[in-house]
Nanobody, 121 residues
Framework: QVQLVESGGGLVQPGGSLRLSCTASRSIFSINVMGWYRQAPGKQRELVATITSVGSTNYADSVKGRFTISRDNARNTVYLQMNSLKPEDTAVYYC???????????????WGQGTQVTVSS
């Protein structure tokens, strides 16, 4: 079984920055799309950003120009650099990765445990 381990959340003032990381817990045959989602209290989970295996990225309009998603394929890790943070970015952030664990498996979605990001003065 694969676990996605997230880190990097915390409390930051408006205008500040945070960097989230998400790493797969074991060696993997293949990773396709990697992404970040977030869920604020009382709201549905929403897409923040995704990155494909060849580096194509997609961002929610609300974070374009402020957030950057990247990946390190050798480390099975995806990052989210968040700059110019706003109070409305406050949420639990989840990584989501499409993983083929071995060559005999079908690709499957995996989720991280979530990390809290709070933007407040």
């Amino acid at each position: 079984q694969v676990q996605l381990v997230e880190s990097g959340g915390g409390l930051v003032q408006p205008g500040g920055s945070l960097r989230l990381s998400c790493t797969a817990s074991r060696s993997i045959f293949s990773i396709n799309v990697m992404g970040w989602y977030r869920q604020a209290p009382g709201k549905q989970r929403e897409l923040v950003a995704t990155i494909t295996s060849v580096g194509s990225t997609n961002y929610a309009d609300s974070v374009k120009g402020r957030f950057t998603i990247s990946r390190d394929n050798a480390r099975n890790t995806v990052y989210l650099q968040m700059n110019s943070l706003k109070p409305e970015d406050t949420a639990v952030y989840y990584c989501n990765v499409l993983i083929q664990v071995t060559r005999w498996d079908f690709p499957k979605d995996y989720w991280g445990q979530g990390t809290q990001v709070t933007v407040s003065s």
